[in-house]
């Protein structure tokens, strides 16, 4: 299985709104409503920010958002801060039945 | 609060065997349906590898499914992973996952292995 496609950077100034996308196929991203994402900071754990598509699990910022297109998915950050610079990565459920990750996006505060 | 912790040897020898064990705390692992172990070579992205449910069915990443097995120890509350035939392309943190909906909501601090003579 392919890992799904981001933008490798994406980058923004505090207050702005930046979108990440993650480019799947029919047989991943756009088969289920099954896209989560995790934000990771250097030498942390990775952390659940969105899952099934949209949904935020309790302590997790409303400035962070999900939705669906097709085979594409996507996170927004909003109101961008200092602490959001990090990686983030995609994941989905599978027709296999398996999971696949993003292969990640380094997002940088201006 | 449920915790995982990850443990098991920080090296093994090319072709040898990776095993590794993750400790549930805090929660059974007979509640929640699916666990997975998940991996990042150093400086690079997130793999999966596979997950068990608490009954012991499990599914594989295509990639390693010949090399891998996940395994449950209810009376324990723990998982097992083993990967056989390591290579230097396996040097890795392991990270065992809770899921939650398609997500994995619960992660454990991850074990560097490094696969090395």
């Known amino acids: 299985q392919s890992a799904l496609t981001q933008p490798a950077s994406v980058s923004g100034s505090p207050g702005q709104s930046i979108t990440i996308s993650c480019t799947g196929t029919?047989?991943?991203?756009?088969?289920?409503?099954?896209v989560s994402w995790y934000q990771q900071h250097p030498g942390k754990v990775p952390k659940l920010m969105i899952y099934?598509?949209?949904n935020r699990p309790s302590g997790v910022s409303n400035r962070f958002s999900g939705s669906k297109s097709g085979n594409t998915a996507s996170l927004t950050i909003s109101g961008l801060q200092a602490e959001d610079e990090a990686d983030y990565y995609c994941?989905?459920?599978?027709?296999?039945?398996?999971?696949?990750f993003g292969t990640g996006t380094k997002v940088t505060v201006l | 609060q449920v915790q995982l912790q990850e443990s098991g040897p920080g090296l093994v020898s090319p072709s040898g065997t990776l095993s590794l064990t993750c400790a549930v705390s805090?929660?059974?692992?007979?509640?929640?349906?699916?666990w997975s172990w998940v991996r990042q070579p150093p400086g690079k992205g997130l793999e999966w590898i596979g997950e068990?449910?608490?009954?012991?069915?499990?599914h594989y990443n295509p990639s390693l499914v010949s090399r891998v097995s996940i395994s449950v120890d209810r009376s324990k509350n723990h998982l097992s992973l083993n990967l056989n035939s390591v290579t230097a392309a396996d040097t890795a943190v392991y990270y065992c996952?809770?899921?939650w909906g398609y997500g994995f909501d619960s992660w454990g601090q991850g074990s560097l292995v490094t696969v090395s003579s």
């Open positions: 068990v449910f608490h009954s012991g069915s499990a």
């Open positions: 994941s989905s459920y599978t027709s296999s039945p398996t999971y696949v």
């Open positions: 029919s047989s991943d991203v756009g088969g289920y409503n099954s």
């Open positions: 996952a809770k899921h």
């Open positions: 805090g929660y059974s692992i007979t509640e929640n349906n699916w």
């Open positions: 099934d598509v949209s």
